[in-house]
T-cell receptor, first 113, second 114 residues
Framework: AQSVTQPDIHITVSEGASLELRCNYS??????LFWYVQSPGQGLQLLLK??????LVQGIKGFEAEFKRSQSSFNLRKPSVHWSDAAEYFC???????????FGSGTRLSIRP | SAVISQKPSRDICQRGTSLTIQCQVD?????MFWYRQQPGQSLTLIAT?????????ESGFVIDKFPISRPNLTFSTLTVSNMSPEDSSIYLC???????????FGSGTRLTVV
């Protein structure tokens, strides 16, 4: 069965500092991996996805993520965070196209001025 | 990318009643997915709806409580039946939007049961 673990419930970083949010997955084959962001009272926005190919994926808003098969990880990074990045971040895993995706428990990001 | 219209956006309902949530997509899609997001929690998949067949429910969710219809390739409904305060959540529909866009989500239905 597929599953996703986001070990960090809440992270606080200073504005301008670098960020890394952790995501570990369990899936029996090559996974489809996603990062979504949800701002307070807002819907879900796709930041980036990995289907195949280059394991370093670039997304919107300056985010990137690296797929590491040996570690079953898909960590999200940003070199310099902005106050507007404060939100809830969800990692998700799925299988082939049009199959269901399962979400991790989420990491809440706070930005220290 | 696909545009999803979800209605209603929010509702306050009496316990014991039912609410039907509609999800309309502007393109034809094979699978539609229904999720629940309880307050302060992540998204939990309720069921997968495939046009022309019964929906497939995840563990912990049953058809009697969450009946789903999928009459065509652009539309689906989720009904929350015999509601209790524990059903207060945000309910979201989603579609797989092709390799360039991943999965797109509706804006959600915020349900409060009193």
């Amino acid at each position: 069965a597929q599953s996703v673990t986001q070990p960090d419930i809440h992270i606080t970083v200073s504005e301008g500092a670098s960020l890394e949010l952790r995501c570990n997955y369990s899936y029996g084959a090559t996974p489809y991996l996603f990062w979504y962001v949800q701002s307070p009272g807002q819907g879900l926005q796709l930041l980036l996805k990995y289907f195949s190919g280059d394991t370093l994926v670039q997304g919107i808003k300056g985010f990137e993520a690296e797929f590491k098969r040996s570690q079953s990880s898909f960590n999200l990074r940003k070199p310099s965070v902005h106050w507007s990045d404060a939100a809830e971040y969800f990692c998700a895993v799925g299988g082939s196209s049009a199959s269901k995706i399962i979400f991790g428990s989420g990491t809440r990001l706070s930005i220290r001025p | 990318s696909a545009v999803i219209s979800q209605k209603p956006s929010r509702d306050i309902c009496q316990r014991g009643t039912s609410l039907t949530i509609q999800c309309q997509v502007d393109s034809q899609v094979t699978m539609m997915f229904w999720y629940r997001q309880q307050p302060g929690q992540s998204l939990t998949l309720i069921a997968t709806a495939n046009q022309g067949s019964e929906a497939t429910y995840e563990s912990g969710f049953v058809i009697d409580k969450f009946p789903i219809s999928r009459p065509n390739l652009t539309f689906s409904t989720l009904t929350v039946s015999n509601m209790s305060p524990e059903d207060s959540s945000i309910y979201l529909c989603s579609v797989e939007d092709g390799p360039n866009y991943g999965y797109t989500f509706g804006s959600g239905t915020r349900l409060t049961v009193v």
